[in-house]
């Protein structure tokens, strides 16, 4: 008993020490804009009751904006901003910043306080980050260039952190060398002695945390006389240009002769030697050409008169013909080998039909006693087949 009552006369007399309250935060945070920022608070000890929480925030111009105030939110940021817990902080007392804009970008002061307890200040700042698409200035816009002039273009980056400037032709990145050159801080580029391969789109990019972005393109409008080529298709010779401005007059001249304007700028090879062609392309800037030897690729058939038949035709007839003269000589062969084996005499006679046909020859060959018949030769082949051939005729038959 008398230890108890020692130890509560003792705390009567000697206050019970509380730890304080530390509080602490990142002193800089960055991003990006339109992104959620959440911004840290923290305190110690964690289970520290009672305590207040205040969110102020101050520009360039120390206007002072008071965030939250006693844990609560104020009614012109609730759509915006809340704190990080709202009912057991827990140690924790950030502030969350939906869609953090350009101008949330300030100093932040966080304060927690405890009854008879004041924490000291703490400052953060918010480091709000973007990029926004660049522009592009040139001196060639406004003007037209010609072969060896020189350009400088300027590109003007807007972004935080400041961007890295890259420069794009056609949206190929640019290699920098002695003919194209950067200033310090790559926002200018300087082309010195343009040539017609830069007749091109220039444009720049802007790279930051943030994001890249291009600028829009200008063009650079170089002109120059037409650079010719010829291309050869068969019998067909195409003159082909780049010109700028565009070339309105494109002639060909064959050997020695004349130059012929060409509408379409295609010639026709239509002799079977090769010759020597030209091309001429004519624009504002000058004349260009290109010259070659070309040989016809293949020789055009001359026109020859109809006969009124096809090849084939004819030649069917002269093979009928042929054949049908064939058929009539084999005919003819055969009707005299019958001729001459008696296919066609008369059946054999008997001795006394044999004998009776000479009485009435010899009969026959007497004179007549007119005298009419007398010295008349009836024919000892009376009786017998003849055969004529005209092989004429027959020919001439079988044209028709």
Same mark, same amino acid.
């Given at each position: ?25 990142? /002193? ?50 609730? @759509? ?31 304060? !927690? ?23 592009? =200035? ?15 273009? %300027? ?16 949206? $190929? %990145?640019? $290699? ?9 801080? =790559? ?29 829009? $393109? ?46 379409? #700028? ?15 392309? =004519?624009? %504002?800037?000058?004349? /260009?050409?290109?010259?070659? !030897? ?13 006969? /009124?038949?096809?090849? #084939? ?12 003269? *064939? ?27 044999? @004998? ?14 007119? *005298? ?12 017998? %087949? ?15």
């Amino acid at each position: 008993m008398r230890v108890i009552l020692y130890l509560y006369i003792i705390s009567i007399f000697i206050p019970v020490v509380v730890q304080s309250l530390e509080v602490t935060t990142d /002193g800089k945070e960055e991003f990006a804009e339109g992104s959620e920022a959440l911004l840290t608070c923290k305190y110690t000890p964690t289970d520290a009751l009672g305590v207040d929480i205040t969110w102020t925030r101050a520009n360039a111009s120390d206007n002072i904006q008071n965030l939250v105030v006693r844990n609560i939110v104020q009614d012109e940021y609730k @759509a915006r901003m809340e704190l990080e817990v709202s009912s057991n902080f827990q140690g924790k007392a950030g502030l969350r910043i939906f869609k953090v804009r350009r101008e949330d970008a300030m100093f932040y002061y966080c304060d !927690i306080f405890r009854e008879n307890d004041n924490s000291p200040t703490k400052v953060t700042t918010l480091d709000v980050q973007w990029n926004y698409k660049p522009k592009i =200035t040139s001196d060639a816009s406004k003007q037209t260039l010609q072969v060896g002039d020189n350009v400088t273009a %300027t590109c003007i980056p807007n972004g935080h952190p400041t961007p890295v400037v890259s420069w794009l032709m056609d949206n $190929q %990145t640019i $290699q920098i060398d002695e003919r194209f050159t950067i200033n310090e801080n =790559t926002s200018s580029l300087h082309i010195a002695g343009v040539t017609r391969e830069d007749h091109a789109l220039l444009s720049c990019s802007t790279q930051n945390a943030v994001n890249v972005l291009t600028s829009d $393109q200008i063009e650079l409008d170089i002109q120059y006389e037409p650079k010719v080529y010829l291309n050869q298709s068969d019998n067909f010779i195409q003159c082909v240009s780049q010109a700028n401005p565009v070339a309105y007059l494109t002639e060909f001249q064959i050997d020695d002769a004349e130059p012929e304007k060409s509408s379409n #700028g295609v010639y026709e090879l239509t002799g079977s030697e090769c010759v020597n062609i030209t091309c001429f392309v =004519t624009n %504002t800037m000058g004349i /260009g050409n290109a010259s070659d !030897i070309v040989c016809p690729f293949y020789i055009p058939p001359t026109y020859q008169p109809s006969t /009124g038949l096809g090849g #084939g035709a004819i030649a069917g007839i002269v093979i009928g013909c042929l054949v049908l003269v *064939g058929a009539v000589v084999i005919l003819v062969l055969i009707l005299l080998v019958q001729h001459k084996s008696g296919t066609y005499e008369e059946p054999k006679k008997s001795k006394w039909e044999f @004998a009776q046909d000479n009485d009435d020859m010899y009969e026959n060959q007497k004179p007549s006693s007119t *005298g009419a018949g007398a010295g008349t030769d009836t024919g000892s082949d009376a009786g017998k %087949t003849t055969i004529k051939l005209n092989t004429e005729e027959i020919f001439y038959c079988c044209i028709c």
